[in-house]
């Protein structure tokens, strides 16, 4: 009876062994610049039941290095914005998923004067004046008719964009001379 007893444990030990593991998603979405690590318990389902440390997150599509156990896009320290396939490998099984990288976040704006000088018939330069920063670049816009063809002030809201919408807008008073 003894020996049955042990038989059965030694089953329950072995069954749990091959258990397929669960993903926490299929898709995880993270912000642009943000890490993303190699660590394959960040993906899995109720990590503490499964020893990870066997387990390695490979990347599939192409074009994505690891580096310090994080993965990268050529040419830059994070990956850039889309969508890209994984895998974790346990053994002789994988489980794909995917990661998609979005930019989400308005750019920073460092320095943003509330009022600017310039002279009558230029075209602002207005990152002469504003310091404005975005993984994904920035661009500025008026979204009034705005001319400097005439001396005097103007309120304008000047709103500084990224490339995927995000936005900040900033009231400047505009004196021409």
Request: with cysteine; net charge negative; proline share 3%.
């Amino acid at each position: 009876m003894r020996k049955l007893w042990i038989i059965f444990i030694c089953l329950l030990v072995c069954t749990g062994c091959s258990s397929q593991i669960e993903l926490q998603k299929q898709t995880f979405t993270i912000e642009l610049g943000k890490d993303v690590y190699a660590n394959p318990a960040l993906y899995v389902k109720e990590d503490k039941n499964y020893d990870t440390s066997n387990m390695s997150v490979q990347a599939v599509s192409s074009g994505i290095r690891k580096m310090d156990n994080r993965f990268i896009t050529g040419g830059m320290d994070y990956l850039v914005v889309g969508e890209y396939d994984f895998k974790i490998v346990d053994g002789d099984k994988e489980y794909p998923f995917k990661i998609k990288i979005k930019d989400t976040q308005p750019p920073t704006i460092n320095n943003a004067p509330t009022e600017i000088s310039v002279a009558r018939e230029t075209i602002i330069d207005w990152s002469q004046y504003f310091d404005a920063s975005d993984l994904s670049g920035v661009s500025y816009s008026v979204n009034q008719n705005f001319s400097t063809a005439q001396a005097g002030s103007v309120d304008i809201v000047l709103k500084i964009s990224d490339r995927y919408g995000n936005a900040v807008e900033k009231n400047v008073h505009v004196n021409i001379t």
